[in-house]
């Protein structure tokens, strides 16, 4: 349950949002598509109640990818035009192009015409998000909400797969939760969530001169001991 989150996020701005299990993060990011409502309070899109802009509206300026990108069992091409139907061939290799999935789609028997499986399950996790980041570059919606989009991939696949979200955040308002802390240390701003609320906000390099929960989480993830000193250093 959120308590006293209060926040604004600016127009092409990257926002992360940090925390252990259970703080609240994903619940967050659920209130800005309307999956949950507000009991108190209010969320605003360009200044708009999110509770009176049209559902149409409301699906068109926010966008997803998360850690279990969601696959049709139909070809890729369908997958990715379920996003912008009248998409034509050329939009569809320059989406897969940015997602840099495009050369192991031109690999694959049927190329576009290639049947993903249920789920997704003949492609590689790692496959399945830049194939999820290329639907969502061809929506192009203006808000991005990246949720652990990176968790569960081996670091070459999570390199791959952040290299396409790049793509996918230029120039739009993107919120990211993130497990990996790696992945945000450029954020504009940073939120750190426990117990339902911000106890944390700034620059990564602000939160870490702070010394507090931020901090700590960071070097639960990253910290090593310098054996020369006995210090640890992160």
Known sequence: MLKGVSFRVAPGSTTA????????KTTLTHLIARLYDV?????????TDVRDLRTSALQGAVGYVTQDAHM???TVRENL???????????LWRVLEAAHIADLVRQLPDGLDTLVGERGYRLSGG??????????????????????ATAHLDSDSEAAVQRALDAAMEHRTSLVI????????????????????IVERGTHTALLAR?????????TQFAEPDRSTGTVTG
Request: aromatic share 4%.
């Open 17 to 24: 949002i940090v925390g252990h299990s259970g703080s609240g």
């Open 81 to 91: 035009r379920y996003a912008r139907p009248q998409a034509s061939e050329e939009d």
């Open 211 to 219: 010394e507090g929960a931020y901090a700590e989480l960071y070097r």
């Open 72 to 74: 049709f069992h139909d």
């Open 127 to 148: 496959e399945r998000q830049r194939l999820a980041i290329a639907r969502l570059l061809l929506k192009a919606p203006p808000i991005v909400v990246l949720d652990e």
């Open 178 to 197: 993130a497990h990996r802390l790696s992945t945000i240390r450029d954020a504009d701003e940073i939120l750190v969530v426990e117990g339902g609320r």
């Open 39 to 47: 009991t108190d309070g209010v969320v605003r899109i360009g200044g």
